[in-house]
């Protein structure tokens, strides 16, 4: 099981936006992830930055079987338009720094 932080920003203005459209992500969408490993997805937001704490198999994998998945394809163009820059699920995450456990 990995677990990897990833961060991202929203655009100036889409803060109410955003949590609307993420107060439930499309059924079709939630299985294709559940199917290819990811056990849990956390999103906090404070301001316009997004901190994201993915639970999931295997990542890479994961981000292969997804790329050209039709749901996410979608789901990413919804969510990309108020993102200021693109989501970048490809830069293996945010370094941990510390832990207690």
């Not at 992830?33 to 990811?38: A, K, L, P, Q």
């Amino acid at each position: 099981m990995e677990r990897l932080a990833l961060r991202s920003r929203l655009k100036p203005g889409a803060e109410q936006l955003y949590d609307r459209e993420h107060a439930a992500i499309p059924a079709e969408l939630e299985a294709a992830m559940r199917e290819h490993g990811v056990r849990s997805w956390r999103i906090w937001r404070e301001g316009l930055d997004l901190f994201h704490l993915v639970e999931v198999e295997d990542y890479a994998a994961f981000q292969a079987a997804m790329k050209d998945h039709p749901a996410d394809r979608a789901w990413q163009e919804k969510m990309n338009r108020l993102l200021d820059g693109d989501f970048d699920k490809d830069s293996g995450g945010l370094r941990l720094v510390w832990e207690m456990t």
